[in-house]
Nanobody
């Protein structure tokens, strides 16, 4: 069974940085796009960034220029570098992969940005 495991969340002051990691044990990242989503308290889950298997990237307008998604295929890991964090970036961050057969979500990692 394929699992995604996020890490790197925590408490940071506004203006600071965090790097989230999403790791898996297999090669699913090589053949599929990998997404980062987040869910703020009381809000719907929203897409933050995506990296395709061809290394194309796309970002939500709210994070463009501040967040960077990247991948390390050798280590089966996708990163989300988050800089110039704002209080509104607070939430639980999830990585996800969507295949034809199934959707896979990680358990999430909490990010709290204090203002």
């Amino acid at each position: 069974q394929v699992r995604l495991v996020e890490s790197g969340g925590g408490l940071v002051q506004a203006g600071g940085s965090l790097r989230l990691s999403c790791s898996t044990s297999g090669s699913i990242f090589i053949t599929n796009a990998v997404y980062w989503y987040r869910q703020a308290p009381g809000k719907q889950r929203e897409e933050v960034a995506v990296i395709t298997n061809g290394d194309s990237t796309n970002y939500a307008s709210s994070v463009k220029g501040r967040f960077t998604i990247s991948r390390d295929n050798a280590n089966n890991t996708v990163y989300l570098q988050m800089d110039t964090l704002k209080a509104e970036d607070t939430g639980v961050y999830y990585c996800a992969v969507f295949t034809r057969a199934y959707d896979i979500w990680g358990q999430g990692t909490q990010v709290i940005v204090s203002s």
